[in-house]
């Protein structure tokens, strides 16, 4: 069985900076995709960013350049350092892990990020 924990989120105003943190075990784990999701009030969950064993990354249009996603593979914890916040990317973020070679999805239970205008 797969647990995650996050960590990291709270409020900030626009422009500030944010990072999560999504640590999974036990640490005898080994992980292949991961990915950080967002969900706001009324809007469905959406991809914000995704990282491959190997460190390829994908970030959603609205992130780029602004968020970066890391993995510590040695830990089983994925980072996600938020800059230049926006209000609009106010919303509970999840982590999704799977372990290596599977595609069963685990979630961590979420964390809330609010940036104030």
């Known amino acids: 069985q797969v647990q995650l924990v996050e960590s990291g989120g709270g409020l900030v105003q626009a422009g500030g900076s944010l990072r999560l943190s999504c640590a999974a075990s036990?640490?005898?784990?080994?992980?292949?995709?991961m990915g950080w999701y967002r969900q706001a009030p009324g809007k469905q969950r959406e991809l914000v960013a995704s990282i491959g064993r190997l460190g390829i990354t994908n970030y959603a249009d609205s992130v780029k350049g602004r968020f970066t996603i890391s993995r510590d593979n040695a830990k089983n914890t994925m980072y996600l350092q938020m800059n230049s916040l926006k209000p609009e990317d106010t919303a509970v973020y999840y982590c999704?892990?799977?372990?290596?070679?599977?595609?069963?999805?685990?979630w961590g239970q979420g964390t809330q990020v609010t940036v104030s205008s």
């Open positions: 036990p640490n005898s784990l080994s992980l292949g995709y």
């Open positions: 999704n892990v799977r372990r290596y070679g599977s595609t069963f999805d685990y």
